[in-house]
């Protein structure tokens, strides 16, 4: 598992800013939000005019998105992800929630270039950061060279975990193109898959890497 998605993970971890996700959650849960905790949303993106009082225990801000180079304004409660933000207010359903809790990488993204669990992201920590989804990938109608491996190797067989398994490889190339074996198994370690592909899906990765270093 990546060390980003390790950090994400945690209910104790925290963003840049200081915060913790158990200490948002508990604000929410007051139905306030902290002074504290208020500063760290502002500088993360979120636009302090439009958070508004709470209503029934539920904070809501407008917050700014950056996807796939695109900016994108979305109204969201504190205690959204960042998984359910993209699907439910974005439309972009190639990110996958499958266990919801952490635990398969089905829903990763890329943040800031570092493979990211978005079902334990809370949007607010993802405002003014670069977000990568599987949209992101192809370009002017061309796979990325991922993408081409996955389907040139047979890499998937229900498909659940497939576009996480692109994501996290996607950035364990950028990160190290020319992985070893092992360094792709461990590379790989935060997705699960159901249907056992491993050995196509390690097998795609591996080839990804040959044909990027040309
Ligand atoms: S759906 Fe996010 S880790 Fe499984
Ligand atoms: S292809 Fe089915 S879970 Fe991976």
Redesign the pocket.
């Known amino acids: 598992m990546s060390k980003s998605r390790e950090n994400t993970a945690g209910d104790g971890n925290r963003n840049g800013n200081g915060v913790t996700r158990r200490s948002f959650i508990k604000g929410m849960g007051a139905g306030v939000v902290t002074t504290a905790i208020l500063p760290s949303v502002v500088s993360a993106g979120v636009d302090l005019e439009t958070i508004r009082a709470p209503e029934e225990g539920v904070t809501r801000a407008t917050i700014t998105l950056n996807v796939n180079g695109e900016s994108k304004r979305v109204t969201v409660e504190s205690r959204a992800t960042l998984a359910n933000t993209l699907r439910n207010e974005l439309n972009m359903t190639g990110t996958k929630v499958?266990c919801d809790r952490g635990e398969c990488g089905?829903c990763s993204v890329l943040i800031d270039g570092d493979p990211a669990y978005s079902c334990m992201t809370l949007a607010m920590d993802a405002a003014g950061r670069e977000i990568t989804t599987i949209e992101g990938l192809a370009k002017n109608g061309q796979l990325s060279p991922v993408q081409q491996a996955f389907v040139d190797f047979d890499?998937?067989?229900?498909?659940?975990?497939?576009s996480g398994?692109i994501i996290a490889a996607t950035g364990l190339l950028e990160k190290n193109s020319n992985p070893s074996f092992s360094e792709i198994q461990r590379g790989m370690s935060g997705n699960?898959?159901?249907?056992?592909?491993y050995q196509h899906?390690f097998a795609a990765v591996a080839d990804a890497a040959k044909k990027g270093r040309g």
């Open positions: 499958v089905g890499a998937y067989q229900c498909g659940y975990c497939t398994q699960i898959c159901r249907c056992a592909a899906i």
